[in-house]
């Protein structure tokens, strides 16, 4: 007890020290007065180009409607106190400059108002953020082509533009209508980065917009295959829809990975490995199916509830 006593009271001063070191600190080294907040209207003399495109901003509603705070709101709420920046006539290293700033740098600096928006533990472990794309590389505040959100290029062409691959895969002859305006990236995708979905778990990227309940993002639009149903078909339900749909476009009809149905349901509806009930692998179809007949290898054709039934255990209705 007196040992922990007598150990406290040097902590304690070191502590009291230590907090007192910042208070010194600035004594110090302060030559500059103090960097302040001038207002947007200041930025306006030498920046006339910035300020015209500015009135249509969703950053300029607090300077319009003349209830600016520049610390939170107008040209500073991004670029910090102006007060140096002005009384040096400019230059970059006196402003917060993002053509000066690492993308990290950039991405706290929007985070500073808008981790409500944009989940700050999402983004960060987004496969965006760890490649160096952030905010600036999609959003343009100054130079926006699309009004809306502020996208630096309307949004197909802005995925595109650094996915190339994917574009080819919505020109192919089945395929989601993005090119053509129906559907876009972001009805699947979140470009922020979401929580690591419940279904396909491990495998698939935090870069998918689930619906609902951390679903996935299908259900938003095919309402009829969510379920829950009477008689789940497990496959659907765990591995997800692109386990057998191609989520952007395929060569094949309903966008199915196969060319022909049963190979489809033969790669899992074979007995082998330890899946299933009986512990055997997934069971394949009974003797009653006769393969010969060209009629059984369409299972669809009876199968037809193959995404759940509420009526029939084996999806024939
Ligand atoms: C929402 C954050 C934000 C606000 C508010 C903002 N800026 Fe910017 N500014 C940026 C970013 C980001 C860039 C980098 C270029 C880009 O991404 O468009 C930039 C670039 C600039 C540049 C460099 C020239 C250019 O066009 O690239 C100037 C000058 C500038 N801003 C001035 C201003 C002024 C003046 C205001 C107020 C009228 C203002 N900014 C408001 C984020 C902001
Ligand atoms: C007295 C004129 C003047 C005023 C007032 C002024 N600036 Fe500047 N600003 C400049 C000059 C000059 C530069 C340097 C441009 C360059 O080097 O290309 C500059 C550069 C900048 C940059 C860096 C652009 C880049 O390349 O990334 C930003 C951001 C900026 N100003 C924002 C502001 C903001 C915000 C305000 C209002 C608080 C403001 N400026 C007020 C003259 C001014
Ligand atoms: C000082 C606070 C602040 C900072 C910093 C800030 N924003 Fe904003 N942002 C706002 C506010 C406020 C709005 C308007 C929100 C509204 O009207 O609902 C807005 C709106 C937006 C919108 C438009 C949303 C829509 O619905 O159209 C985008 C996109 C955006 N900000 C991106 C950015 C980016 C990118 C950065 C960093 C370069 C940034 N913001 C930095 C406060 C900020
Ligand atoms: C890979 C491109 C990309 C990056 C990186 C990105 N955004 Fe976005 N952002 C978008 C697109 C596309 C939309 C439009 C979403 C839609 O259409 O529903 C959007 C929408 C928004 C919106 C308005 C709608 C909403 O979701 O609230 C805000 C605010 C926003 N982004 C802020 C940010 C901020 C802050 C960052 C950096 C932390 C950032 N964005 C990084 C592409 C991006
Ligand atoms: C500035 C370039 C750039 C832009 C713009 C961009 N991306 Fe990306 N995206 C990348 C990079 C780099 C990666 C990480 C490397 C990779 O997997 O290709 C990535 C990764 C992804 C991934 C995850 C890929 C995986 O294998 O896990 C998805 C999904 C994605 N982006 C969708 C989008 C969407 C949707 C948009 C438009 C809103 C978009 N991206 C805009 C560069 C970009
Ligand atoms: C109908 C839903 C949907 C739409 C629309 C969609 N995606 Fe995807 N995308 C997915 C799914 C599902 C995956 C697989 C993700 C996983 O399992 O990790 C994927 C994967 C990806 C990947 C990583 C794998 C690959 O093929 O490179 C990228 C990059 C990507 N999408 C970009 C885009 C872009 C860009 C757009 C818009 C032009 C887009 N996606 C539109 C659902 C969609
Ligand atoms: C934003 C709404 C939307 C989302 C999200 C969506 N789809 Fe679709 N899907 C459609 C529309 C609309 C069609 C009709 C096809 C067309 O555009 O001609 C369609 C068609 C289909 C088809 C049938 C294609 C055919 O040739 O008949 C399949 C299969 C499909 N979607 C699977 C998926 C899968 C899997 C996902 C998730 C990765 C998904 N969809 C997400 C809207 C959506
Ligand atoms: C076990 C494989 C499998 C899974 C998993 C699967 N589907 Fe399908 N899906 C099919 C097959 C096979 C067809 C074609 C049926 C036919 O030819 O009649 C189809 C057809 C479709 C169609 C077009 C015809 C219709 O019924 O509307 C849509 C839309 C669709 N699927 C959406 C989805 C969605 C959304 C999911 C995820 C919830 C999903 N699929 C999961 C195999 C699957
Ligand atoms: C990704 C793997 C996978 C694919 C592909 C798949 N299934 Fe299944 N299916 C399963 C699993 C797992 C079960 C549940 C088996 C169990 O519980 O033992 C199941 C169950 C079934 C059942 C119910 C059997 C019963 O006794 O309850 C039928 C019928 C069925 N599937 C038909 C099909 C058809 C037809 C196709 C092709 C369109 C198909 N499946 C594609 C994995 C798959
Ligand atoms: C002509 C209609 C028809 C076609 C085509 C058909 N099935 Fe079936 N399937 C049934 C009926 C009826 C049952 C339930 C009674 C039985 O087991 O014979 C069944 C049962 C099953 C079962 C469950 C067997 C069990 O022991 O529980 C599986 C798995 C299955 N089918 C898969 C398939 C696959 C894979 C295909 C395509 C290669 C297919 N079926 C084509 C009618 C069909």
């Known amino acids: 007890m007196f040992k922990w006593v007598t150990l406290m009271r040097p902590l304690t001063i070191l502590r009291l020290a230590l907090l007192a070191l910042p208070l010194c600190a600035p004594a110090q080294t302060a030559p500059k007065a103090e960097n302040k907040f001038v207002g947007s209207a200041v930025c306006k003399t030498c920046h006339p180009d910035v300020w015209l495109n500015f009135n249509k901003n969703p950053h300029f509603r607090s300077i319009a409607s003349g ?101 080819a895969q919505f020109d192919m002859p089945v395929k989601h209508r993005v090119n053509e305006g129906s559907v876009q990236c972001t009805d699947c995708h979140n470009p922020h980065g979401s929580a690591a979905p419940t279904w396909k778990t491990g495998t698939s990227s935090a870069m998918l917009a689930p619906a609902h309940d951390n679903e996935m993002p299908c259900l938003k639009c095919h309402v009829d295959k969510r379920g829950p149903f009477v008689f789940e078909h497990a496959s659907v339900r765990v591995e997800g829809c ?40 997934v069971i394949t179809q009974s003797a009653t199916h006769n393969m010969l007949d060209p009629k059984y290898q369409r299972c669809t054709l009876c199968h037809v509830r193959l995404h759940g039934s509420n009526v029939d255990p084996m999806f024939l209705r």
């Open 242 to 281: 692109d386990n057998c749909h191609m989520p952007h476009g395929s060569t094949n009809a309903k966008l199915l990975r196969r060319p022909v149905v049963f190979t489809l349901c033969l790669e899992c509806h074979n007995g082998a490995g330890t899946f299933g009930r009986q512990n055997a692998g």
């Open 67 to 167: 209830k600016e705070e520049p610390a939170k709101t107008g040209c500073e709420g991004c670029h910090g106190p102006g007060g140096n920046h002005v009384a040096a006539g400019g230059g970059k290293p006196t402003i917060r400059a993002f053509s000066q700033m690492s993308p990290d740098q950039a991405l706290n600096t929007c985070l500073e108002c808008h981790s409500k928006d944009v989940a700050r533990g999402f983004v960060r472990a987004s496969a965006h953020t760890e490649a160096d794309v952030v905010c600036n590389s999609c959003h343009s505040i100054h130079k926006s082509q699309s009004p809306k959100f502020l996208l630096a290029k309307q949004q197909t062409q802005l995925c595109y533009s650094c996915h190339a691959g994917v574009r």
